[in-house]
């Protein structure tokens, strides 16, 4: 049979669709103007759930609420379970609609393995089983009961025969890569992420994992290329370029600390001078480059660069901005925390001193 | 009486040869005296309050590795007793700006408040049964184990299996490894009841049984919250005004 793709491709012209056809439903969705959830409602309706909503049984909210969470993909194993418990114990349940009820039963197991609750799952991904036989969703499901149950090779044999299949099963990729992870085996996880990356190299998210896989081993150069990727994928959020500034920081030396402060600065101006990672990051920076100042270490320290440090111009850039951070962080302090004040005065002015 | 035993004799017999008595520890049996004082059993004090927050910081993430401070003091001769403990990390310590920011202001924040120091680290790792310390958390625990007085510290790792009875209603027994790293050796390692041990304050099991709900996990905070929040405080005062009521 001709290997069928995930995404509804084949699925029939928009003329002669059904009503409850998955792909038209979908190009209805992006056709018209209806917003999406935040993520200040998904966490408003789970507070409204936790006092009163499951208490009461509120079927309406628990549907709303597991719409939110499979949009947002967040993991919040708790509130899950209990709301797709209620959504499918509900006597009305027949009006969801086949896929409302799948797609609850599918979060209901992937809640259930995360609170532990291995019963539930198990008796789903029969269910599911029986009505799906060749689903590569629930294939998904059975190497995750299987991974739970502590079955790691079963559970990649599991996973190279589905993408055998469909190799484009990017989800499968990664649960792969996270049964590398859960065994410790760090080498095998960077190098199916890095095959998974040479096909699907827009995945942001991807390349930020394989990017702290890289930090973990303190490989810093190929960790600041993942990190260049993900810039390059999402330039205006900020904490991309503090997490870059993060590893230059890190790997050390003049060149990558000089780098590190052209980083937290741009994340700073980014985020309007409110990520305060950033400010003690340029404190610290500046505190580093004295110490190096002081040892006279006119050139560099031996330590590779890992960037293009050529562009940075000679003499001190931002040279003050080690100390207007350690003038404005007592600002933050006295609003947000006073309690903490002293330490934090203390502190910068030990390192604006040394 | 009188006489020595012969053991013993024997003992100090074969000590008049070496330099440095140190302190040992006589084993009557095989008449050895150990002069090395790095063989010592240390006993580490632990408060309730520092034992019911670090277990409260690492449930509040069970996915993840979470890293802290031990706060404390040195009693007696190479004993420790700690009373506090600072949240500090539920993100990856491979990155080293929070870490060495965090250093600084716990161990600040330990001298100007109640005249005490940086004792140690304790982590909870990532996957259920690893017990060890990875390379990176090592390298930190070295570091406070450096600046500590007499560089004297410990290190605790959560051992997740025992969480479950750790929570039923009496309290089960407590959920802490502890590793030291003896003068000579490079590496952290677990202790046998002969190198240390762990007094964990009467009732602190209990304490955190009950103490261990949904609400309370998630007020827990560290330095990673803090810093995306300021006006979240690590330091986590909240708990011991909960524990006395």
Redesign the interface.
Known sequence: STPRLDRGQNAPRFRFLRADCFAARAFRCAMTSRPRSTLGELNDTEEYLESAGFQKGDVLACRKYLAMVGEHLV?RP?PVARAAQVVLADPKNHKLGKREQYGAMELLAYASL?VGDDGTAEAIVETLQVSFPDSDKVGRLRGCVLEQRNKFSEALALYDAILEKHPAEQRVWKRKVGCYK?V?DFDAAIKTLTEYLDVFMGDASAWEELA?LY??K?HFAQSIFCWEEVICAQPQLAKHHR?IA??Y??AGGVDNLTTARKYYAAALDMSTASD??AM??LV?VDKKLKDFEQKKNGIGNGKKSLGDASNVAQGDVGADLGKDAAAFIPK??KV??P??L???Q??LA??VST | GKTRPRSRRRAYARCERTQSWGRGVVTELTGRLETDSNHVSMKVSVTERAYVKLVLHSLKHPTRDVFGVLVGRTVGDGDLEVTDVLPMLHSTISVTPSVEIALEQFGLHAELSVGQHLVGVYAANERLGDLQLGHNQAKVADVVKGNAPGKNAVVFVVDSEKINQALELNGGPHVLQMLIKDGESTKWDLVGSQSGHIALAGGATATLAKMATDDAIKKVTDFDDHLDDPGLDWRNGWVEDAMGK
């Open positions: 993991r708790g995360d859960a410790g702290g930090c973990e303190n997490h993060e590893v920081c890190t305060l990672r003690f990051g610290l933050i302090y947000a925390c309690g903490l002293p330490v934090v203390k502190q030990m390192a």
